[in-house]
């Protein structure tokens, strides 16, 4: 069973630095792209970042380009969310999604969430 | 960056009945279009794929449609587990953008 956890979350202070991770299982982790996305309290999803297989490719969105690394270890089967300079805006879920290309993302992790406040 | 708009943003229904969800792209995607549904605190779950494929274990109930700027989500006879909000994303390019979502609950 393809299964995806993500961990992590938690209070940071604004301007604060947190890792995200989500570990992978049941399929063969480094030939699939990996994206993060977000989910505002109360709010719609906002893709954050995607990664290819090889970790070679990164793609941000331009609300966190600069502040978030996104990059995997397949020796681990973990993608990894680097968020640095966190701002009030920031607080959400987090769900890390396989991409499957022509498939589109699926599964999901069941999300962390991350809350940026003093 | 693709804009996607959905439509309507809320709808009321009754068990039973047949719903059907507008997504439109601000620019042609093709077919790469997927809808996701999600239900209070949880995970959203994939759904469709490439605009009309049912990814597998979802029931046949759901169907999708369209290509270019305009697409739909249909359920053909909603049932209680169905009541949950609806997006549409779309993976043609980055940064892939989703919709805003479509919450359906009860009458």
């Known amino acids: 069973e393809v299964q995806l956890l993500d961990s992590g979350g938690g209070l940071v202070q604004p301007g604060g630095s947190l890792r995200l991770s989500c570990a992978a299982s049941?399929?063969?982790?480094?030939?699939?792209?990996m994206s993060w996305v977000r989910q505002a309290p109360g709010k719609g999803l906002e893709w954050v970042a995607a990664?290819?297989?090889?970790?070679?490719?990164?793609y941000y969105a331009d609300s966190v380009k600069g502040r978030f690394t996104i990059s995997r270890d397949n020796s681990k089967n973990t993608l990894y969310l680097q968020m640095s300079s966190l701002r009030a805006e920031d607080t959400a879920v987090y769900y890390c999604a396989k991409d499957g290309a022509y498939l589109g993302f699926d599964p999901w992790g069941q999300g962390t969430l991350v809350t940026v406040s003093s | 960056d693709i804009q996607m708009t959905q439509s309507p943003s809320s709808l009321s229904a009754s068990v039973g009945d047949r719903v059907t969800i507008t997504c439109r792209a601000s620019q042609g995607i093709g077919n790469y279009l997927a809808w996701f549904q999600q239900k209070p605190g949880k995970a959203p779950k994939s759904l469709i794929y490439a605009a009309s494929s049912l990814q597998s274990g979802v029931p046949s109930k759901f169907s999708g449609n369209g290509s270019g700027t305009d697409f739909t989500l249909t359920v053909s006879s909603l049932q209680p587990e169905d009541f949950a909000t609806y997006y549409c994303?779309?993976?043609?390019?980055?940064?892939?953008?989703f919709g805003p979502g479509t919450k359906v609950d009860i009458k």
């Open positions: 049941g399929f063969t982790f480094s030939i699939y792209a």
């Open positions: 994303q779309q993976y043609d390019s980055f940064p892939f953008t």
């Open positions: 990664i290819s297989g090889t970790g070679g490719s990164t």
